[in-house]
């Protein structure tokens, strides 16, 4: 670990307005967890930023006294790019922000909101735009990446909402992106992650959505999994955009409307959304109740915003992770077969195979309007390998790769650079594809040093 001088941290600490934590500091442990337990990573200097300035000031200490970078929005990234061992963390936990123009329907957001706290400014106008499932994952991160949840067949990614940004730069320059100021930055930042600058806000298109819609989960046992997810598949290719359903295998959790006994056994889940009229849900997702004969359901009328957070105790932060996927533009039965028999060797009870369905308004931009470029995904395989102890992570690793390496034959070109995870260095371009060329012309512009390289790695 590299001390920093007490000179060179009361000089800093006199330029921001946020905080520092330092390795003595007592709350520095709780200040650099992350997500992923599997990541402990110790930074030299946490910049707890109060304000965009601040970013110029830990950017210019990180240069001036040769450490690194990392960036931290809600620290949820599976490859734990978040951290840095002995560098500088830009930590946008105390920048939460999240404004609201009802009239405009804009959204205007700090790096540090997760989720569900954009969820709850937006919602108290009733807006909504799409974001991801899980409420404690930061919109920095999944916004950088592409981020897509429930609405994304209606209203497309996360990135395909984004209207401008605030940024800081490698260079020290506080710059605004949109279409029409720096466009090829604001091209790039759309997918290509924390590569280009630091984002200092986010500006978003909002929708009317809720604040009630339908949804909830339909649990089948694992042996009519092959029938399920054939009908998932047939269903959802003529189902109207408002309808989002993805698939999660699994071992049951203690769910109070699932018998005991089915508690800790195999299942097949639909997750259903639906974001018009609820009572033309309620009759639009009838049929799925004879796609088998389901263990239990949980389905009806809630607030959006208590439906963003279902999977949150599924999905605490606090265990170790390893996960692995795949773009799909087809659901084929040699893959479901396979999924079908990974999901009866699941090596710990977190372990999960999740199928999110795109489709719909994510398929409909063009592959080279921004640096995300997979618009003939219309599902993603994601191989969640989650576990408790340290003890597990060879036989939990190793499900997970082999599933991954077994379902290849059927995954479609690229990757979502989000659920990547830190052994994967040698996809960042293939995940890119044809984009990957233009990306590398615009970091060597923006970033020529690569001082931000602690995320899936574009180099000039
Ligand atoms: C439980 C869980 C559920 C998920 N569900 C979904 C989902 O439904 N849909 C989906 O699309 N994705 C999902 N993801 C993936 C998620 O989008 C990524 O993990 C994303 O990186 C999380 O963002 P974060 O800000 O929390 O991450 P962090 O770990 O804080 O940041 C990740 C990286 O983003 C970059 N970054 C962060 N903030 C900034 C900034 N202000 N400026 C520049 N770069 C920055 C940095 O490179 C950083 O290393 C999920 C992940 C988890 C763990």
Redesign the pocket.
Known sequence: MKIQSNEKIEALKKKIKGQIVLPDDLNYNEVRK??NAMIDRRPAVIVQCAEADDVLHAISYARENGLEI?????????AG??LCDNGVLID?SNMKTVSVDVQKKRAYVE?GATLGDFDKAVQAHGLATPV???ST??I???T??????WLTRKYGMTIDNLVSAEMVTADGRKIYVSEDENADLFWAIRGG??NF???TRFEFALYPIGPEIFAGLLVFPLDQAKQVLQKHREFVKSAPEELNIWVVIRKAPPLPFLPENVHGKEVVVLAIFYGGDTTEGEKLIDPLRSFGEAYGEHIGVMPYEQWQQTFDPL?APGARNYWKSHNLTELSDGLLNLIIEFAGKLPSPHCEIFVPLMSGAANRVPSDAMAYGHRDAKFILNVHGRWDEAAQDETCIAWARELFKASAPFASTGAYV??MSGDEEDRVAAAYGANYSRLKQIKKKYDPENIFH??QNIKS
Do not use: K
């Open positions: 992350i997500w990392s960036i931290r929005g809600g620290g949820h990234n599976i790019s978040a946008f790096p991801g499932i899980n994952t930061g920095a991160g999944l950088l990446g592409g981020g897509f949840g992650g924390g600058g630091v984002v999905l989000n659920f602690n995320n």
